[in-house]
Structures are given as C-alpha cells and as structure tokens.
C-alpha cells in the first residue's frame, strides 16, 4: 500500500519560515518523481514545486520562485519544502504527489498523493 504522510505545517507570521517533510512508503521511490501542491479554502489546486527522481532538476511556481526551495533525500524516501519568507496568501493544505512522470507531479494527473499539512501565515 502507497502511502504519502506529510509533516511540518503550522501557524506562523508573515516573513516566517516552515519546513515541510514528505514521507513516502510502498513505492520504489527511487523511480517517482515528486511534487507539491496546495488549495485555499475556496480555491482551484494550484502547482507549488516539483523535483525529478534523481533531485537534479527542480521546478517552481511564479508566486513562490525564490523564497521556497524542494529536496529530496532517496535514502530515506523523503521530500522537503523550505517555505523562507512566507506571505499570508500562502496559507493553504499542501499536499506532495508522486507520479512516474515529472509532468504529472506539475499538472496533473498523478497517481498518488497524501492527506496533506495545514499551513497558515498571519499578517
């Protein structure tokens, strides 16, 4: 059974930073590329960040292109997101997927993904 756990959200002020942890079991993680996205309340899904299955190729969205940074650590089937200066239009549940293909980590469909971490930024 495959199984995405995310961890590391939280409340915290604007100009703050998180960590989120993504936990995969049940696939070989080696082969899927992974991604991250996040939905407001009230809002369509919308792409955050991508990372191939090697790590060496990263993918970012406009809205947060140089402030958040993804990793990818195959020995210990886990992908991070560095959130550094977060604003409160980044509140949403972020939720990584996996998929074999990078496309589909960015727009979908993918196969798999996790129940997702709470995150809120206060002004």
């Known amino acids: 059974q495959v199984r995405l756990v995310e961890s590391g959200g939280g409340l915290v002020q604007a100009g703050a930073s998180l960590r989120l942890s993504c936990e995969a079991s049940?696939?070989?993680?080696?082969?899927?590329?992974m991604g991250w996205f996040r939905q407001a309340p009230g809002k369509e899904r919308e792409f955050v960040a991508a990372?191939?299955?090697?790590?060496?190729?990263?993918y970012y969205a406009d809205p947060v292109k140089g402030r958040f940074s993804m990793s990818r650590d195959n020995g210990d089937n886990t992908v991070s997101l560095q959130m550094n200066s977060l604003k409160p239009e980044d509140t949403a549940v972020y939720f990584c997927n996996a998929d074999r293909s990078l496309g589909n980590t960015i727009v979908g469909p993918f196969q798999y993904r996790g129940q997702g971490t709470q995150v809120t930024v206060s002004s």
């Open positions: 990372i191939n299955w090697s790590g060496g190729s990263t």
């Open positions: 049940g696939l070989p993680f080696n082969n899927y590329a």
